[in-house]
């Protein structure tokens, strides 16, 4: 985590990085606002989660892609529920595109790396980079997903990545939190889609 030693910032550029943190994929959630000090809070309540992905077939043809690479491309959310409305309506106020990026080591069809978002208002900050892992899909996709936890709070990513040619990917990824300290309640979720396919950079 970085730590940002500078003094003397504007109101504006603390504001930013506040709803980025939304976005990049750390834990914004405020105690006191989400309820957890208050057992009786409405906000206690999980959201609905949305439809799963699903679970794509393994590619099983003699010649595998490679996709041992760093991928870079652009999101936009299209949902997003949470048991705070303002952390939805904040996500909300973020003009797309905002940039995603990969980065995907390989054995066989096999695929691990990490998986790291910025927002459009500071997209050179990627936060930290979730740990994912997954395969290469019957159809020459990517299926992934993966996790971290931070200060109670469980951060999941599910990602279908469809193959539009050998060097760029389209598709979806969905991000779950979950309070570690209440029952693992579903806090947030968001959908997201690529808009400016995933193209290999390196």
Not at 37 to 51: E, K
Not at 94 to 118: C, D, E, Y
């Amino acid at each position: 985590m970085r730590n940002d030693h500078r003094s003397g910032r504007s109101r504006t550029v603390d504001h930013s990085r506040t709803v980025v943190a939304l976005i990049v994929l750390t834990s914004s959630l405020c105690s006191a606002a989400c309820g957890q000090n208050n057992p009786t809070s409405p906000s206690l309540s999980s959201v609905q989660p949305f439809p799963s992905l699903g679970i794509a077939p393994r590619f099983t043809g003699s010649s595998v892609p490679n996709y041992e690479a760093a991928w870079s491309g652009a999101y936009r959310m299209t949902d997003c529920r949470a048991s705070v409305f303002a952390q939805c309506t904040m996500a909300a106020k973020i003009p797309p595109p905002s940039p995603v990026r990969l980065f995907l080591s390989q054995v066989g069809v096999t695929l691990f790396g990490t998986i790291g978002v910025a927002s459009s208002l500071v997209p050179n900050d990627f936060g930290y980079e979730i740990p994912i892992q997954g395969y290469v899909t019957v159809d020459g996709g990517i299926a992934a997903s993966g996790s971290n936890t931070a200060a109670n709070n469980l951060t999941t990513i599910d990602a279908r990545f469809d193959r539009l040619d050998d060097e760029h990917f389209g598709g979806v990824f969905v991000r779950e939190d979950r309070d570690t300290s209440v029952s693992h309640r579903l806090t947030l979720t968001m959908r997201f889609e690529v808009i400016v396919p995933l193209t290999r950079t390196r």
